[in-house]
């Protein structure tokens, strides 16, 4: 690799040629704050529109200053990265920011984690000297985000998530100067335009403009009705994430102690999604097969690949923007509605409650979540299969409101029968983890055989598009494997002219898998944290005594005792759905 | 026998001020009289302050202006000038003051040729220049064009040729040759002029860079609001392409070249080459950070050249009468000419062209004519939004890039606004600070919040509520927001403040310690009074108001409610005695 020499605040370093001056500064240990700036590297995410100014340097020969963000290092380029002109700049321009920033810090849903608030306090910002007209603006609401455009400070971080790297267009800047607002088309709300509530836009702001819609209230309602039994699923990708709310490292798994956390909450049952996800494997894995079968058969009413269909955000990505096929997904629902629909029923039964009786709630990394289950489709009589979904950041909220230490508790096992899982479910939670928990068990219904090794390293990373050939003993099944919205989309276009070879497809909103969800806690633009995570899951599916979804003795006594077998009249009824055109 | 040749100036201007009736007129009559006569609508022919302009080229004869041509006057040019021979009133001379000082490259054939004729252009020497460039080798070319010293006028002044020579030697199977016709300071007019006047000079120059840089694609970005333009525009690619200027093979030189026009929204900002580059790709509006210049990478991530109208307009003639020719015009580092569109308190406003280094006491004085009325001057105001005001220790400051900016102001596009004692300058200020926070694209916070601040902080102190300490605080913000903003817009828009308060210090001071402006502008600072000794109580400015703030009995002394007053002037404007006074 290439090197320049540059001087960084009068020291003299070499370092690679095409770094940007921050890049640079950071790698020898000089840290410019900096704003607007995010780049999740290996993922081919960054946003540096030069936009804050807030990590303008002193370029020696430059007249004006520069941002770091963008600008490349030069052999023999002097750079200050605090002189009196460079700190009396980043000072201004932040107290021009909080010039029109509402001062609500110690209300804000983003207190704690707000990084204008710790850029600010790091300038040592104690006084603003400009003060003016302020924005007031309207916020916005919608069934999973809250936009609360007066806080926005026009980084554009969200706007990037939503345009480029998930291709859904739903947010862009719109006004000139001082009226600039970020924005969904015509100012109409999100429930009213192409937003797919993926929450990656939640996930990369910076201040308080774009959050979830905290739910908590209401499971706290919901668990001091005594006429009530509360129940609670948990998603695979939270028990990866949780511990960092509670300064753990990312990375370590808190399953157990969630577990504990959620009894001593006061749910009367604790369920894992895990086990939904088994079935779900069940269901779409048989799917797979009988379009497989059939289209070896040659017959041509059958399409393939056939199209994962757990991820709600995806799925309102495909109605909005590809609803001409609508038919390639797997009819399958997600795990959280597999496991509201068999509660409700299945579950209730046992209990001898009725089903109105019964709140079920679920833990989602995720907000896509929170408008999937409002969904008309997945309720009865308006009593809907799951009644709340919390993000991991509401529960993490949750269990500190209620006074526990997360870290002190013991580690506790799962409420049966919807509580037992595989290694398989647990994958569900990472990009590739749906479609190698689908082939373990794919290819032993099959084939017939016994897996010899259960890990499918090739299905494993973080690449945004992935493919690997699985030997179906003498049938290679072809897979493609695709994360991030703009990902799906590149599948999908190719798909439609023809040009796709694949047999089945894995799809996820949000880069990473779950793991990276909208409603996780925030990455802060740390790429490292989600690879943890995903390393955190492998691990939990490395350590489960059954790593397989159709050897999971819940799943098996719930078909037998129940549902009768994948995609029975009664599994087609609870278990699957059917998408709608949402074309606008 | 020759005809007789009359032009009139059918610029949007001259269009507006009714020459299509005075042209309609002339037909109608000449046909009615027989009379021999070519009628030829031109574009511009810079006199602002005399329209609707014709001239008259009698056969043989030079050609004569009038200005002011109403119908009566028409009238009298058929039956006295035409017929008779006899002086006719309203002709402006052709070695007036006007004219004396300028000289006509970009303009060279704005008024002259009728826009709409590709032979006119041709007979005048047009696509000469092409010709000869497709016989050479394009480094000669640019070559030439460097060394003729020729800098941008778009307002940035960066040499031409040197843009040329980088885009040409950017790899890359596509590049772009970009027209930058967004033309958007308040009071200029030049690039629609151009376009208006004379567009193959445009096109001509498009393609001789294209030949130059290796590019056979060319692009004109201008502002829907300029129809006329356009039209002119594409009627001129069409009569190109016709005569094989443009094209596939164009002159059987083996070169292929066409352009094609993208339509503006009419936003400032995109007359910034990265934001018109991202408007004409369909994004918004917004510049992005400067390198890499859009030499290297710019339109769809391509090398693009993007050359301003009037830099444009420059190339055909410099390659006809070479660079040496054209750096003999001029200063030492500002060669050729400069066009300005001359506006405000002035006698005769216009489009003028002049050679660089002229001083604004020659532009102002003999071009202009002085100043309107009896008033004293006060300042000229230069490069629009980005610029400043020139007070009077400057009138005899050559105009060129470098001594404008060592005068706090700059070149910009070419917009001169004349000032006199009536205007203030912390209201002048205030008013192209609220264009650049109109204009700004907000995607910066030194910009978008910057300038927004800057304003409040001068609404204050024209509102009579302005401190000491805000200066200080003015002149530290502006030296921020230029130090920290995106663009070129940022980084100049505080100059029209930081030159007011550095050239008219003590105007500003007088709003603060004095609540006192002066130019009796700033309303909250004026008050209407009525002087009981000349009041005759005739009731007129009570009648009058649109407020109700003036009380008083007929034939009483009458008062004005100040809290109510409105400061509208009406009554100071009605009152036939003299009665009224601003305090």
Redesign the interface.
Known sequence: MKEVTITIDNTKHSVAKGLTVLDAARQVGIDIPSLCFMKLHDINIENK?????IC?VEVKGRK????SC???VEDGMEIQTHSM?VI??RR??ME??L??HPAECLTCAKAGDCELQVVADRLGIREL?????KTHLPKGNSPAISRDPNKC??C?RCEMMCNEVQTVGCL??V??????VVTPAFGNDLINSVCTFCGQCVAVCPTGALTEIDESAKVVRALNDPTKTVIVQTAPAVRAALGEEFGNEPGTLVTGKMVAALRRLGFHYVFDTDFAADLTIMEEGTELLRRLKGYLAGDTSVKLPILTSCCPAWVNFFEHQFPDMRDIPSTARSPQQMFGAIAKTYFADLLKIERKDLVVVSIMPCLAKKYERARPEFQQNGNPDVDVVLSTRELARLIKLCNIDLNQLPDEEFDQPLGESTGAGVLFGTTGGVIEAAVRTAYEIHTGKELPKLEFEELRGMEGLREATIDFDGLDLKIGIAHGLGNARRMLEDIRSGKSHFHAIEIMSCPGGCIGGGGQPYHHGHVEILKKRQLALYKEDGSKKIRKSHENPYIVSLYKNFLGAPMSNLAHLLLHTHYFDKKY | MENTIIKFAMGTCGIASGTQDILNLFDKELSRLNYPASLVKTGCMGHCYAEPTISITLPGKDAVYFGNVNEERARDIIDHFLLKGDHTEGIIPPEGDFSRKQLKIALRNCGEIDPENIQEYIDREGYKALMKCLTKKPEKVIAEIKDSGLRGRGGGGFSTGLKWEITRKSKSDVKYVVCNADEGDPGAFMDRSVLEGDPHSVIEAMIICGYSIGSNNGLVYIRAEYPLAISRLKTALNQAREQGFLGENILHSGFSFDIEIRYGAGAFVCGEETALIHSMEGMRGEPTFKPPYPSVSGYMGKPTCVNNVETLANIATIIRNGAEWFSSIGTATSKGTKVFALAGKIKRTGLIEVPMGTTLREIIFEIGGGIKGIKKFKAAQTGGPSGGCLSEQYLDTPIDYEHLLEAGSMMGSGGMIVLDEDDCMVSMAKFYLEFSIDESCGKCAPCRLGNKRLHEMLVKITDGKGTMADLQKIKDLSVVIKDTSLCGLGQTSPNPVLSTLNQFHDEYVAHIEERNCSAHQCKELIHYVILPDKCTGCTVCFRNCPVEAIYGDKGEVHSILDHQCIKCGICLSKCKFNAIIIN
């Open positions: 529109p030069g936009g804050c100014r303008v004006n200053l520069v941002p963008c600008t490349e002109r009396n700049a201004t321009v021009l920011i010039s029109d000297h400009y003060e003016g007209e400070i026009l554009r862009g800047a006004n000139r100067g001082f009226h600039s």
